[in-house]
Structures are given as C-alpha cells and as structure tokens.
C-alpha cells in the first residue's frame, strides 16, 4: 500500500459503503467468547449502540451480522471494519494530520495495535486478556480521522474508546484525553464490566492500552529484572548465590511473558508454565524463553540438570501451574523464589484456568458454563496455594505479583491469610521491594518511543541516557546508589539483550531528577537534530500514577491505601503542566474496581515549550506520589521529599512528625 493510499484509509474514516466481509483468521490469537450476559432487551440495545455510527440506509445488513457477533463472542468488535493496511507504528512523518502532537498518538495507538505487540489484535485487545485500545473498529478509525483532522487548537474527547470529539482547546492542552472504564463506585463490580462493555458504553483499558502508551513486553522486563533481582536479593546478599536460583512462576502472556527473559537477566533458572500452546509459541520465537517442554518429567529432568550445572536458563512448561507446583514438592525439587502472574484481575472470563482441565475444556466451560467454570477456578486456587505452601514451608520465598493471586486465592477460600486474618501470608512485591526500594524514592517506569522508527535513534537516546544516569551517579545519595547501578547496568545491556518488539522505545526505571534530565538531554539532541522526535510517557504502575490498594500502594499504611486521590490528582496535574495526552482508568492491573490509574504521553520536538513542559510536567508527575507516600510516614519518600524540596525552592510539602510509640503504652492501659 503506498503512503497516499495509507492517509486516505486514515482520512475515510468510517466508509460511506459497507466494506467486504473479513475472514476470522484462526491462526490470530483471539479473546475468549465472553458471557452471555444481556437480557434480550439488553441485547437490543446493543445493537441500537453500534448501529448508531453509520448511516441508517446500512443498519438493515449490519444489524445481522452485528447480532450474530454478539451472539459468538459477547461482543460487537465489528471485524468487518478492520483496516486492509498493517498495523504497526509508522516512522511520524508517515502519519497524515496537521498536528506533530496528534501524530505521535496515532503512532502510538497502531503500536498497541501491531499484531507483535498485541494479545488478541483483531479483538483491539492489547495485553491482559481483557486491556481494550477500542471496543470496536469503527472507534478506531473514527479516532484516527480527528486525530488526522485535528489542530493543536483542539483536544479529542475519548470515552473508553469512544470518541466523543474535537473541542476548541488550545496549545498547551493536551491533545488527547482519555477516561476508560469510570464508573459510578457502586457499579464496579466485574459483572459490571462485562454488561456496560458488552453494552458498548464503556471498556477495560488496563493501564497501557487504552492510554497507547504499551511498548511490548519489554516495558515490563524492566521491573521484572529489578523485581527478581531484589527478591534474589532478599533471600541472599551473596552475589554468587543468584546464580542459578530456581524461579517458578506462571503466565506468558502480555506482561507476564517477561518473566523467563528477566530472570535469564537476573541469573536465575526460571521455570514458566502457561496454558496457552500459542503464547508459548510467540515468546518461544521472540526468543524470550529458551526451551520448550511438554512434560512433567521431563520437565523435573531438565531442572534438576539446570540446577547442578548452575545453567541460565529459562523453560515454559505447557500445561498449567498448580500441576509443576504440585510435582516439584513430590519430587522434592527446592524452589528459591516463586510467584505468579496469570491474569487473575480477570478470574472468570479467561485470565485464570482452573487445574484438571484441558485448555480447550477450560475454554467451553468459561463460555457455557460459567457458573460451573467459577466453582472450577474457586477449586484451583485452593490446591494452587495450598502446593506453593508446602514450598514455602521449606523454605521458598513466594510473593505476589500484583495480578490479584492472593485476593482472589482467599475469595476462594484458600489457605493464604496471616495469622491476624487481615494480612496475607505472602507479601506483595510492592511491599516487600518495589515500594520501599523503588517508588518512594521516585525511581518507576520511565520510557520513551523514537518516533522515527530508526534503530540508531533508539541507540543514541541509550548512549544520551547512559551518560546522563553516569553523571548522576556521581553525586547520588548513598540511599540511592543501588537503584542507580541496575539502572546503568539495563540501559548498557539493552542493544544487546534485543528488548524491542513494535516501535522503537526504551523503558528505564529513573526517579524525578533523572527523569528530567534525561528527557531534557532528548529535547536538546533533538533540537541539534542528532536525534528525530521522541515520544515519552510511562506505565501506570509507578510512584504517582496508581492507587491500587494490593499492589502499587500496598506499602501505604496509614489507612489512605483505599483511597484514589493521588492518581487523579495526578492525571489533573500532568494535563495543566503539559502532558500532551492524559489517561485515567477503573481497573489497571488488578481489575475492574480494585485501583484508579492514569497516565500521560508527552511529545518532545526539540522546542523550548517542549523544555519548559518536560520540567514541569515530570516534577510534579513523581513527586506529587513522593509527597503521598511521605505523608503516609514511608522512610525513603520522607528522604526523597526532603531532598527535592533542597533542590526547587517552589516546592513546599507538609511533612510528617512521627508519634513515639511509648505514648500508646499508657494511654490504652
Ligand atoms: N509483569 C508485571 O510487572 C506485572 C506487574 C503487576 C501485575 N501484573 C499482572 O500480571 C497478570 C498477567 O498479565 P499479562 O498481561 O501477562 O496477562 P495475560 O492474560 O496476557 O497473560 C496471563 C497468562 O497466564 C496464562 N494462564 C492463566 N492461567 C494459567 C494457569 N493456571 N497455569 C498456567 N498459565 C495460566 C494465560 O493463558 C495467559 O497467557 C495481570 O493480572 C497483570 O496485572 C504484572
């Protein structure tokens, strides 16, 4: 397709006829069927609101086959509307528009959209089963033509995928701003989500891909590296006795196909099981897990080997997790750090599948039976946890990967609660690593995308970073330093450990003052013309960006776990200092209810707007959570707070005074 053809698809947005029908490609990963879960009346409605994009003389043939998609997948993704052209992202200049800004955001979206980076791409499915860029084809090309259509005079309006439309906004707006999933509190349960979305009125954007901002899964090999590393770490200060840990875990999906590459990174025998043979095949061939094993035996074979020969390597076992835990305490194979990352935000529509069934038994139990499919995963869990606890017993050091494993595990009944039956038994890794080393003292997931889509783009802004991170380094706090050392040690790896699979980014965990510096070295390289434009943003799994009780803050103790301001506040702040696009989101990362998170995407140019927008918009975007986490008596965030109010006289925050603990003493006797 030539580049005019491509801007005219964009410029057509919805056709004035009814396009061919499209062949369901079998050979795609696509999203399970979801429940059935309208009334008829309900299904009506449906209907009514996705027929009122086109014209009325179509509604006639399309309400058919519209009717028979939400009859065999729960949803109408209106599959004959995808586009012929291929999705991926396109170096800027490629993009029709008026607009730098809006262009950056059409190449971001067609990155979450790249059938390499993408989970289920016909179904607009991102990562997480369930992380929506649009509910239907039609959103997506609607959303491209104001994007391509629209000045910096304007801002686009979307509404879980839903583009509402261009108003009269100005420069220093942003150009984007998104909201997916808001929901009034009492209609957030997971049962909400699948009406309101079958309905089409709202979607599950995750964190990054309703907010454009997913860069593949190396944006999350990054703190997986760091996450295992400093689990190894916890378990031995020893240097030598990371290597050739054995690390069990599951799900190689998404995000959670990270594990396998970032334990390799971090020296650790790594052992992954998924349920899923094409997730394993994709990671497999991305080179992201080394070997392939169908079998138990075999598979308690090769690990034993591993572990005498100290030998890197990462294995995906096909079949699913609670049987590898279950063999490996028969066959008294010692486990050094276990966890788990299937989808359990999302237990009941694909993201968990229950041990004792097939794969494809689980899949016609989920969508016929959901009840019995429920009763299923309930029963899994309980064997699931109550394996991981004969490990831990010996020994293993078992936490929680943020994907709601404990939660649902004691919905479920399962053995997995403190003995003040308020606490799990298993920290979170936020609250045993990521929190008190990491997110209070700024350092989260910092990232940028070339939008040229030149390799040695990327390169350069590594060596920019690098040098940057260096400097720093020079000068950095004790308290600091080793955050600062694995930082270096990533970027230096990152061309050599081929991390980019879609556009070409970079994610480098760096606290507020690296994260401006660095962005402020990208600004100024562009503006010599050493480098073309670059795109920055983050995940919403940081310091500022998410409340989310079990996970981000789940090393808040001061009772303020439960509440959402901090990230609202947040996507606020970041739309009045410059972010260029702002996301906010019900149920990133844990599901549907469970946390508020949001985030921004910021396009650099090389202008001296770009400079003042970077400063400002990056101060306040780490330590507004710095601020929140200080207040709630975090050690490391009170040393941080204190440390950036030293160096900018405008910021002024209300620090805490701690309460001597003797004082209880006799009060309550
Ligand atoms: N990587 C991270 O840093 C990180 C951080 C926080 C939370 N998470 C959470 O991890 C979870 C996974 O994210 P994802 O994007 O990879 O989701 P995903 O749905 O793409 O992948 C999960 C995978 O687990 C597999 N699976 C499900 N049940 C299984 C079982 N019993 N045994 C073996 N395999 C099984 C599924 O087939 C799927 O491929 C999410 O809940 C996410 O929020 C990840």
Redesign the pocket.
Known sequence: MTLTDFHQAILEGIPSGIPTKKEYEAAINHAPKRKDILSADEKKLALKNALRYFSKEQHAELIKEFYQELKAYGRIYMYRYRPDYVMHARPIEDYPGKSMQAKAIMLMIQNNLDYAVA?HPHELIT???N?AVFQNWIQYRLTMKYLAEMTDEQTLVMYSGHPMGLFPSHKEAPRVVVTNGMMIPNYSKPDDWEKFNALGVTQYG?MTAGSYMYIGPQG?VH??TI?VLNAARKISNQKDAINGMLFVT??????????PKAASIAGCISVT????PK?VQTRHSQGWVDEVINDLDQLCARVKKAKESKDVVSIAYV????DIWEKFAKENIYVDLGSD??????PWA??????GLS?EEANELMANQPEAFKIKIQE?LRR?ASAVNKHTQKGTYFFD????FLLEASRAGADVMAENHIDFKYPS?VQDILGPMCFDYGFGPFRWVCASGKPEDLQKTDEIACAVLEEMMLTSPEEIQQQMADNIKWIKGAQENKLVVGSQARILYADAEGRMRIAEAFNNAIEKGEIGLVVLGRDH?DVSGTDSPY?ETSNIYDGSRFTADMAIQNVIGDSFRGATWVSIHNG????WGEVINGGFGMLLDGSKEADRRLKMMLHWDVNNGIARRSWARNEGAVFAIERAMEAEPLLKVTVPQNVDDSLFTTLMD
């Open positions: 989970q990562y997480g089963g992380g995750q999350i703190g997986t996450t599951a799900g190689l999906g998404g995000m959670s196909g990270a594990q099981a998924e349920v899923n997730a079949g699913n997790v609670v990352q299937t989808s359990l935000h999302n694909g993201g968990y599948y229950p041990a794969f899994s699931h990967y943020g994907n709601a890794y799994h996970r990133g990362g844990v599901g």
